[in-house]
């Protein structure tokens, strides 16, 4: 698994390291995995499963990726 698509910056406030994740991160760990669990996504990207679930959700309601509900879990594919 791969995880070097995390970027990682300060925050000037806090002065804590915080995540950073592009858009491209996601759609292209689902392109990687499909069908994609959340968890798959997360490890791929470097990212909590619950990060992942927000971000997957989101570019799934923008039209970037589908999910599909197989028995309890989602699964992730790319837009063809």
């Known amino acids: ?4 698509m995390v970027n990682t910056e300060r925050d ?10 592009t858009d491209e991160d996601f759609p292209e760990a689902v392109e990687e995995y ?6 798959e ?3 791929e990207v ?5 990060t992942a679930d ?3 959700r989101k570019l799934e309601e923008t039209g970037e990726i589908n999910k ?5 879990s989602l699964t992730w ?3 063809e």
Request: aromatic share 2%; with cysteine; net charge positive.
């Open 1 to 4: 698994i791969t995880q070097g």
């Open 12 to 21: 000037s406030e806090s002065g804590k390291l915080t995540q950073q994740y």
């Open 34 to 39: 499909q069908p994609a669990s959340t968890r």
């Open 41 to 43: 996504v997360a490890d």
């Open 46 to 50: 470097g990212c909590s499963r619950r």
């Open 54 to 56: 927000v971000r997957l």
């Open 68 to 72: 599909k509900k197989v028995g309890n």
């Open 77 to 79: 594919l790319s837009v």
